[in-house]
């Protein structure tokens, strides 16, 4: 009985293994490029595979041959293997041992000449234009996301229409910080006072993680957002959401939401009961919202103190 009690038992914790290994993989499945939702990182997956099978070329031979020559040649009696003191030179040897990593290399770069200019963060080669411009300003600790073009801007939600090249200016109101959204395309560094861009495409409707990859500060760990793909009607809708259900952003807004605050913070001086638990939804006050935070670095001279993100008169975290 105790036996057949024990099998149970491990049966169940079997099981039970399988099932959380099962739910990690679909709860993560769009939060790597290994799993692309998207054509972009479609091509960095198939780039590092080729180069891993590439370069398993040149190890695997390694790792199979030392042990056997190690074994092969070992000090014993009765070896059979041939003792040549002398020997220092082999030209077939030293042809396969220069000549394979030479053509891998080639090989290599060649792929990633190619490679580097078809993900060019800068280009739109992938999805339908016009693209939808979304401006991107990192803060401490959330993304802060305006569509200029449909006069709404979240925090911690940004949401795209499938098959529709998605075209992001990025910069920050604060330190140097990288964005990313793995299943989608890969890292850019965004500075302050600096824009840089990057293009996406999502091929179909899905819910996506994505963060700032810098560390900056003790909020880091929740510097993450959302990522929804949706059909072109589910878009519409959620813009039409956001619109209905935010508050306007003006220089106070903004100022609130530019303290060292992470999103759950910023949440609970901000949100509403008709916004999400983890997002902020806002109308647009200033149409050039963007442009202002940017130039404000661009006057020649040092920011006064009170307008430095970070600092005591500018606005601690919530709760400090």
Not at 213 to 227: A, D, M, V
Not at 238 to 264: F, H, K, P
């Amino acid at each position: 009985m105790t036996k057949v009690r024990t099998a149970l038992i491990s049966a169940a914790m079997l099981m039970a293994l399988v099932v959380v290994v099962s739910s990690a993989r679909t709860a993560g499945a769009s939060d790597s490029f290994m799993d692309p939702q998207g054509p972009i990182a479609a091509v960095q997956k198939a780039h590092l595979l080729r180069a891993t099978w590439l370069i398993l070329i040149a190890v695997v031979p390694v790792l199979v041959l030392v042990p056997l020559i190690a074994l092969r040649y070992r000090r014993r009696k009765g070896g059979t293997a041939v003792y040549r003191p002398d020997w220092d030179f082999s030209p077939r040897l030293e042809m396969v041992m220069w000549g394979v990593p030479v053509v891998i290399v080639t090989i290599l770069s060649v792929y990633l000449w190619k490679a580097t200019h078809r993900l060019d963060p800068y280009a739109a080669p992938f999805g339908d234009e016009p693209a939808v411009q979304v401006q991107v300003v990192g803060l401490d600790w959330k993304w802060l996301f305006i569509y200029p073009d449909l006069g709404i801007a979240t925090v911690g939600e940004m949401g795209i229409p499938v098959k529709q090249q998605i075209a992001l200016t990025l910069t920050t109101d604060t330190v140097m910080q990288s964005f990313m959204i793995p299943a989608l395309a890969g890292q850019i560094y965004a500075m302050p006072g600096m824009t840089t861009q990057l293009h996406l495409v999502a091929d179909q409707p899905e819910q996506m993680q994505g963060e700032n990859t810098q560390y900056n500060g003790r909020g880091f760990t929740k510097q993450k957002f959302e990522t929804l793909a949706l059909s072109a009607e589910d878009f519409d809708a959620w813009v039409e959401g956001v619109r209905q259900n935010g508050i306007v952003l003006d220089a106070a807004t903004y100022r609130t939401v530019a303290m060292r605050s992470d999103r759950d913070e910023v949440q609970q001086a901000l949100g509403t009961s008709d916004m999400p638990e983890n997002a902020l939804y806002f109308r647009l006050d200033d149409g050039d919202l963007f442009q202002s935070i940017l130039h404000r670095y661009h006057s020649g001279q040092a920011l006064p103190r009170d307008q430095q993100p970070g600092t005591a008169s500018y606005g601690q975290g919530v709760g400090q």
